[in-house]
């Protein structure tokens, strides 16, 4: 069986893939589903649906009543990791407008809705410039505007990545006026007027590439039931669940679970979790 998925090209998996996304989550699948998502023929459609059962033929099973295939009682999935994130997240881009209905593989959407989070103005040329800038390892002019002047200044920025703290885009750069690789928000970048090459190299920027591993754990004032839900929530077992985050985002990291403050200052219930190792954090926090 690995020697023949080894042999499929790519559009074949895909389809393969989309069959088996269906049976776990929906429970049955057609050919009609095939032709809808792929534009392939009804020919192509019932291959396809044979070559799953070659590879997994206690998956699915045909219900003459229905007239279609349904997932079968011992169904395992091989192409597949069912991944309850990879559901989720097609629900949110559908609901902020990222993914178009008819690119997603969820056939019938449950109610849904998430909450609103403003619109950020990243201009597509500006991203265009700075992606490019990276590719090239290039300096940028820029015009900025930073919250510590009331106008905004321009300045050479070598970019080197994306980063995003779960709100906002930035640019990872070094800043050539402040001599130190910083964050730039991409919605704070008004213009660019030029380029050039960079002498400076993305390996030595340190807080970027470490890492700090967060160790978190349900706050010790909850009741045994409350931290068991919790727990669930975290995906916590043992008492702790470690988070591994870049040093250069660890204050959004922190800002995001609502970690950034002393355990103490909110109500168990509010606080839910607690950083078990904060002393070593919060010492690794840039500038901190």
Known sequence: MENDRSELRW???????????????????????????????VNQASTDLNRYIGFAPDNMVYDKSARTYVRGSDFKAQFLEPDASRYLAQ???????????EDSWIANLPPYASAPTPVRGVNPEILRSVVGAIRRSEAIEVKYQSLSGPDPRWRWIAP?????????????????????????????ILDIRGSRESATSAENDRDWHSEITLEIGPHPDLSETQAKVIALDYGIRGGKAKIKVRRALLY????RLGLDTDPGARTPQNQQIVLINRGDVMAAIPGG
Do not use: P
């Not at 629900?91 to 209905?101: E, K, M, N, T």
């Not at 990545?161 to 704070?188: E, N, Q």
């Not at 959004?252 to 800002?255: D, E, G």
């Open 11 to 41: 559009g074949v998996e895909q389809r393969l893939e989309f069959i088996e996304f269906r049976l776990f989550w929906e429970g049955h699948v057609n050919r009609s589903d095939l032709m809808d998502q792929f534009g392939v023929s």
């Open 91 to 101: 629900l949110r881009s559908l609901s902020d407008g990222i993914l178009d209905r």
């Open 160 to 188: 080197h990545a994306i980063a995003f703290d779960g709100f906002r885009w930035h640019t990872r750069a070094f800043c050539l006026t402040d001599k130190a690789f910083k964050d730039f928000l991409l919605s704070r």
């Open 252 to 255: 959004y990291a922190l800002k």
